[in-house]
T-cell receptor, first 112, second 113 residues
Framework: DGGITQSPKYLFRKEGQNVTLSCEQN?????MYWYRQDPGQGLRLIYY???????QKGDIAEGYSVSREKKESFPLTVTSAQKNPTAFYLC???????????FGQGTRLTVV | QKEVEQNSGPLSVPEGAIASLNCTYS??????FFWYRQYSGKSPELIMF????GDKEDGRFTAQLNKASQYVSLLIRDSQPSDSATYLC?????????????FGTGTQLKVEL
């Protein structure tokens, strides 16, 4: 099946720990994105990547890091520097950055 | 000024009516425009995209774009209870870091029986 896979679906983290969210796509898309969604809010862009080995900060990059070593993978690390990490994290991909994006099923991160 | 603005709603319409959802954007250089539907607890799914001024129809959905007014809308004809969801407007614009896809906060639509 072609698509975008995020794992895990639910993730619990203790305060002070780093955690990495996985995003894999087999659509041969060049562009990939990470968004964060809080209750009652829209999607806020964390990082985006136009092509492998390249990525750009979005609007709320502080406390997050990414890598894009392979075209199909764009993992997001939530570091201990992120003060309010509890949220719904969404990964998306598109053929290029000016075409429609498709989303994975999301990861719900809760800090306990 | 927010890059992409939508009324949060809720917008309530009776079943069978036309629902009209609106979105404005701040960057005149924005190039492409998208509407997504998001059910509670789920990820967004693409409904339509539009690149040129005018109307674009797909089944019960019509997207309208007016670049001069920096306005994009989505019309849903013959609204059904299953259309009840949050509708997100997204705008793509070219920045120094490449094309950036920015979302509005979404409009909650409720279709009542």
């Amino acid at each position: 099946d072609g698509g975008i896979t995020q794992s895990p679906k639910y993730l619990f983290r203790k305060e002070g720990q780093n955690v990495t969210l996985s995003c894999e796509q087999n659509l041969n898309h060049d562009a990939m994105y990470w968004y964060r969604q809080d209750p009652g809010q829209g999607l806020r862009l964390i990082y985006y990547s136009q092509i492998v080995n390249d990525f750009q900060k979005g609007d709320i990059a502080e406390g997050y890091s990414v890598s894009r070593e392979k075209k199909e993978s764009f993992p997001l690390t939530v570091t201990s520097a992120q003060k309010n990490p509890t949220a719904f994290y969404l990964c998306a991909s598109s053929i290029s950055t000016d075409t429609e994006a498709f989303f994975g099923q999301g990861t719900r991160l809760t800090v306990v | 000024q927010k890059e992409v603005e939508q009324n949060s709603g809720p917008l309530s319409v009776p079943e069978g009516a036309i629902a009209s959802l609106n979105c404005t954007y701040s960057d005149r250089g924005s190039q492409s425009f998208f509407w997504y539907r998001q059910y509670s607890g789920k990820s967004p799914e693409l409904i339509m995209f539009i690149y040129s001024n005018g109307d674009k129809e797909d089944g019960r959905f019509t997207a309208q774009l007016n670049k001069a007014s920096q306005y994009v809308s989505l019309l849903i004809r013959d609204s059904q209870p299953s259309d009840s969801a949050t509708y997100l407007c997204a705008v793509n614009r070219l920045t120094g870091g490449g094309n950036k896809l920015t979302f509005g906060t979404g409009t909650q639509l409720k279709v009542e029986l």
